[in-house]
Nanobody, 115 residues
């Protein structure tokens, strides 16, 4: 069974940074696509970033060079480094992993950007 657990969220001032972690068990992140999405109440879940099994990366248009997704294969963790945070980045951030017919969402970690 694939399990995904996010952590690293919190309260940060505008312009600050956070690093989110996505700890995966039951699937090797090196052979899967892992993505971050975010959601605010009343809105649809929004794509943030993805890293493919081959290491290709893609980001949502709003990221504009502020975020970076990378993985630690030894620890089986995928990170989302977020710099230059803005109040509009406030959301619950979710990690999603998929490989073949298997996929799993985590429970999310809350990020609040406010002064």
């Amino acid at each position: 069974q694939v399990q995904v657990v996010e952590s690293g969220g919190g309260l940060v001032q505008p312009g600050g940074s956070l690093r989110l972690s996505c700890v995966v068990s039951g699937m090797n992140v090196n052979f899967a696509a892992v993505a971050w999405h975010r959601q605010t109440p009343g809105k649809q879940r929004e794509f943030v970033a993805v890293i493919s099994s081959g290491g290709m990366r893609d980001y949502g248009d709003f990221v504009k060079g502020r975020f970076s997704i990378f993985r630690d294969n030894a620890k089986n963790i995928v990170y989302l480094q977020m710099n230059g945070l803005k109040p509009e980045d406030t959301a619950k951030y979710y990690c999603y992993i998929v490989r073949g017919g298997q996929n799993s969402w985590g429970q999310g970690t809350q990020v609040t950007v406010s002064s």
